[in-house]
């Protein structure tokens, strides 16, 4: 079965500085991975995904991802990070030809000013 | 505007009175969730539906029903619900050919807001 582990549960970055936020898959086949925010009162909304080939994602919001396979990870980044951006920020895993995706516990992202 | 609605955004129950929280999808989706947030948790399937007239349990199902009689509406009921079942819940949709080309992007409601006292 897969399941996705977010080691952060908590992050606080000043406004202007970067962003990383971690994740963790455990998935037997090739993963389709996604990164989903969801801010305060909303649903969620897909930032970017990734089925195949460049391991470089580009999302909205001038967000980043990277899959490496070797370590099981995609993590998110943002070069320089805006108050807007304060939110819980899910990763998720799914596979192909299946609609079952499984979450992580999400990360909470605060802003500072 | 294509999107999920669900109804009602917030609600506070007591245990054991019988409630329906509403999923309505304007996007032809064959594929409909339920799940809900706690936290530390994420999010945790409880039902879903492959199309009209298939249901199937998630990870949690245990305490809710569903019912899929329509292509665009999945409500989840509660027949008696208990404070265990305090917790935010998000329909989401997604459409089968999506999924078959391997682009299974879950569309999601605002999420409702469950307290059961």
Same mark, same amino acid.
């Given at each position: 079965?897969?399941?996705?582990?977010?080691?952060?549960?908590?992050?606080?970055?000043?406004?202007?500085?970067?962003?990383?936020?971690?994740?963790?898959? #455990? $998935?037997?086949?090739?993963? $389709?991975?996604?990164? $989903?925010?969801? #801010?305060?009162?909303?649903?969620?909304?897909?930032?970017?995904?990734?089925?195949?080939?460049?391991?470089?994602?580009?999302?909205?919001?001038?967000? !980043?991802?990277?899959?490496?396979?070797?370590? #099981?990870?995609?993590?998110?980044?943002?070069? #320089?990070?805006?108050?807007?951006?304060?939110? !819980?920020?899910?990763?998720?895993?799914?596979a192909s030809n299946d609609y079952k995706l499984s979450f992580g516990a999400g990360t909470t992202v605060t802003v500072r000013a | 505007e294509a999107?999920?609605?669900?109804?009602?955004?917030?609600? *506070?129950?007591?245990?054991?009175?019988?409630?329906?929280?509403?999923?309505?999808?304007?996007?032809?989706?064959?594929?409909?969730?339920?799940?809900?947030?706690?936290?530390? +948790?994420?999010?945790?399937? *409880?039902?879903?539906?492959?199309?009209?007239?298939?249901?199937?349990?998630?990870?949690v199902p245990e305490g809710y029903k569903v019912s899929r009689k329509e292509k665009?509406? &999945?409500?989840? *009921? +509660?027949?008696?619900?208990?404070?265990?079942?305090?917790? +935010?819940?998000?329909?989401?949709?997604?459409?089968?050919?999506?999924?078959?080309?391997?682009?299974?992007?879950?569309? &999601?409601?605002?999420?409702?807001?469950?307290?059961?006292?």
């Amino acid at each position: 079965a897969q399941s996705v582990t977010q080691p952060d549960i908590h992050i606080t970055v000043s406004e202007g500085a970067s962003l990383e936020l971690r994740c963790n898959y #455990s $998935y037997g086949a090739t993963p $389709y991975l996604f990164w $989903y925010v969801q #801010s305060p009162g909303q649903g969620l909304q897909l930032l970017l995904k990734y089925f195949s080939g460049d391991t470089l994602v580009q999302g909205i919001k001038g967000f !980043e991802a990277e899959f490496k396979r070797s370590q #099981s990870s995609f993590n998110l980044r943002k070069p #320089s990070v805006h108050w807007s951006d304060a939110a !819980e920020y899910f990763c998720a895993v799914g596979a192909s030809n299946d609609y079952k995706l499984s979450f992580g516990a999400g990360t909470t992202v605060t802003v500072r000013a | 505007e294509a999107q999920v609605t669900q109804n009602p955004r917030y609600l *506070i129950t007591v245990t054991g009175k019988k409630l329906t929280v509403t999923c309505s999808q304007n996007m032809n989706h064959e594929y409909m969730s339920w799940y809900r947030q706690d936290p530390g +948790l994420g999010l945790r399937q *409880i039902y879903y539906s492959m199309n009209v007239e298939v249901t199937d349990k998630g990870d949690v199902p245990e305490g809710y029903k569903v019912s899929r009689k329509e292509k665009r509406n &999945f409500p989840l *009921i +509660l027949e008696s619900p208990s404070p265990n079942q305090t917790s +935010l819940y998000f329909c989401a949709s997604s459409s089968r050919l999506a999924v078959r080309s391997g682009a299974n992007v879950l569309t &999601f409601g605002a999420g409702s807001r469950l307290t059961v006292l």
